[in-house]
């Protein structure tokens, strides 16, 4: 490589592609596709109809899980012959469950500018609407195909207090759900969110179990796509505690706050004295 020394290098363009809905593109995207020398993508026929959509015509190389490592050193020496090279992946931003580590790592090691794009991403645009908590989350992608490599990995993750992301096709959504509900209980609040910006999209919301039913009754459900959106694991005395809350808002409108404390209490197994407290902070 040392061949390359004396020539100005080039750049690796890091692309985000529509994850269905082909408007999603940026400006910025499809100027960079026109502009570079080279498109790396996951799969060149996929690839290939969106650039005959956008009317451009680039060479295009496969980069995907199975030649990832042979490639990545192709592509390195493309850019240290001062090629400008886009990666792309099948849909939405290249490296996030899907191919692309052991190119960057090879581009930092050789002083190669690497530059975002940045746009569509399916696990920020189902978190965005999954009415979950979004202050912290954690993404974890596909979980393992294996059971009782899935079943650690849930056994991990059940305690964590922060919303969980994940991916799933649709041959196996059912029984990730189930075994979502095996380790986090069957009333974990959770969104699952199908087809994003495609024709069919669908996104429901409830507990683990009711989503479930869900998707027994209608097998459309099943199809296509799946981000999981799990709450995470809520703490007894704070969930009690808004409980409380609620249930006293609505007694307060008919009830005077003793009644209403008393009567509160009861309904949630809480300390009277603590409710009555609650009342009065609540009624003024």
Known sequence: MSIYNNQKKGSLFVVATPIGNLGDITLRAIECLKKIDLIAAEDTRHTGKLLTHLNIKKPLISFHDHNEESRSFQIIDKLLEGQQVAL?????????????????????ENKIQVI????????????????????????????P???????????????????????ESSHRIE???IDLGDA?????????????TKLHESILSGDISSILNELRENNEEKKGEFVIIVSGKVDDN????????????????????????????????SNKNLAYERALKLKN
């Open 88 to 108: 792309v992946s099948d849909a939405g931003t290249p490296l996030i469950s899907d191919p692309g580590y052991k190119l960057i790592q090879l581009c930092k």
């Open 116 to 143: 975002p794009i940045p746009g569509p991403s399916a696990l920020i645009a189902a978190l965005s609407v999954a009415g979950l908590p979004t202050d912290s989350f954690r993404f974890e992608g596909f979980l």
């Open 145 to 167: 195909r294996k059971k009782n490599m899935k079943d650690k990995v849930l056994q991990i993750l059940k305690d964590e207090i922060c919303t969980l992301i994940f991916y």
């Open 175 to 177: 029984e990730t759900l």
């Open 184 to 196: 986090m209980g069957p009333n974990r609040k959770i969104t699952l969110a199908r087809e994003l």
């Open 238 to 269: 704070d969930e009690k505690s808004n409980q409380l809350d609620t249930f006293l808002l609505i007694l307060l409108s008919e009830l005077s706050v003793r009644q209403a404390a008393n009567l509160a209490a009861k309904l949630t197994g």
